[in-house]
């Protein structure tokens, strides 16, 4: 498809213009704001992402819309239109340039199945589902400006109306199907069940683990089917260690929400917590995990995925975080008393998407 040109351009070989950037505010008035490439903060960015933090939406979700919006804008500087005069062509070639853009960084555009896991690899393009998200915080950015008279007439992200799909696998299919409206631009994304780690490649992977953090880290994954955001914020006044409870902020609600973890966890957590006597503040709201080496910091999000990295590259695997969540799931429906923690630990599940991590779907 090289040379391909559509609206216009050449959409195959557009190279994005590296300008612009997030700054992220902290404190009481904490937000995310985009600074042009001169520098300045685009007003009308902040304003919507202001207007989705007053709607509830977490720091998290306004980074990741961010990330969205300094992508879009980065088209629209490379290609010279300004943000308020786009029309249905630019998105459309926005789309199609995130079709074949190669992601920054990533030198491979092969997808990989690793032989192991069995799993794909992420490859060097933007997958369906980034792609689809995308077009969802441009289209309903765009939605926003022109509901308080600013932007283009017309949102160049446009809807249809197509049938209900998964949504109504219950519906009574004696009355007909009403119409749901989705982004004209949106891509199939193909359906893959949960994918679990077996117990004996869990046993090798847990292995790999070089220090009780890890261990304790891994084992309050593996027994909750907590987020990873969820699990890497507790802090130590929510440690029931009696009852053998850890509460999480839910993501979303922002709720506190006690989950079960196995006794495994628990003693692998106490002999963690004995390697940092002395070395950092124990008090009610500090963080239950730290970093390895001093100066002791919290652990993040970063750091945490660098241990399942460390152990995926001594075993040749390409397990993620996410992947223990489903293990849990897996596990805890194949209890019959776990069949009561599912919707526990894996709150935000419906009783369809439940359904997915039986034995007999496993199967």
């Not at 216009?8 to 008035?29: M, N, Q, S, T, W």
């Not at 008279?149 to 009574?172: D, K, M, Q, T, W």
């Not at 979303?252 to 006597?277: E, I, K, N």
Request: glycine share 10%; aromatic share 8%.
């Amino acid at each position: 498809m090289s040379g391909m040109v559509l609206g216009g351009r050449d959409v195959a070989g557009l190279k994005l213009a590296r300008i612009g950037r997030l700054l992220e505010d902290v404190g009481p008035a904490a937000g995310i704001r985009l600074i042009d490439g001169d520098g300045c903060e685009v007003g009308v960015v902040s304003d919507f992402l202001s207007e989705m933090r007053a709607r509830g939406n977490s720091i998290a979700s306004l980074r990741s819309y961010g990330m969205d919006l300094l992508r879009w804008f980065r088209f629209l500087w490379t290609v010279d239109v300004a943000w308020d005069r786009t029309t249905r062509v630019e998105a459309r070639d926005f789309v199609l340039w995130m079709q074949r853009a190669r992601k920054p960084g990533r030198g491979d555009d092969r997808v990989v199945v690793n032989p192991i896991t069995g799993k794909r690899g992420t490859g060097a393009g933007y997958a369906p589902a980034t792609i689809n998200h995308a077009e969802t915080v441009v289209r309903c950015f765009y939605d926003y400006v022109g509901s308080v008279g600013a932007g283009p007439v017309v949102n160049p992200f446009p809807i249809v109306s197509v049938e209900g799909g998964r949504r109504l696998a219950h519906h009574n299919p004696m009355q007909p199907a009403p119409m749901e409206r989705t982004g004209l631009y949106r891509l199939k994304q193909p359906q893959r069940s949960p994918r679990s780690i077996p117990d004996g490649l869990f046993e090798q992977l847990f292995a790999r683990l070089s220090c009780d953090r890890d261990r304790a880290l891994v084992a309050m994954f593996v027994s909750t089917a907590a987020r990873a955001a969820e699990l890497l914020g507790l802090v130590r006044a929510r440690l029931d260690i009696g009852n053998q409870l850890v509460g999480v902020v839910r993501k979303g609600t922002g709720a506190v929400q006690m989950l079960p973890a196995s006794s495994d966890a628990f003693v692998w957590l106490r002999l963690y917590q004995r390697s940092l006597r002395g070395k950092v503040p124990t008090g009610p709201s500090d963080p239950v995990w730290w970093t390895v080496r001093p100066p002791y910091r919290p652990l993040n999000y970063h750091a945490a995925r660098a241990v399942l990295l460390r152990a995926n590259v001594a075993l040749g695997t390409n397990w993620s975080w996410h992947d223990l969540r489903h293990t849990a799931a897996y596990r805890m429906a194949a209890d019959v008393n776990g069949l009561f923690d599912l919707p526990v630990g894996g709150r935000q599940l419906s009783p369809l998407t439940a359904a997915e991590f039986s034995p007999t779907a496993a199967r």
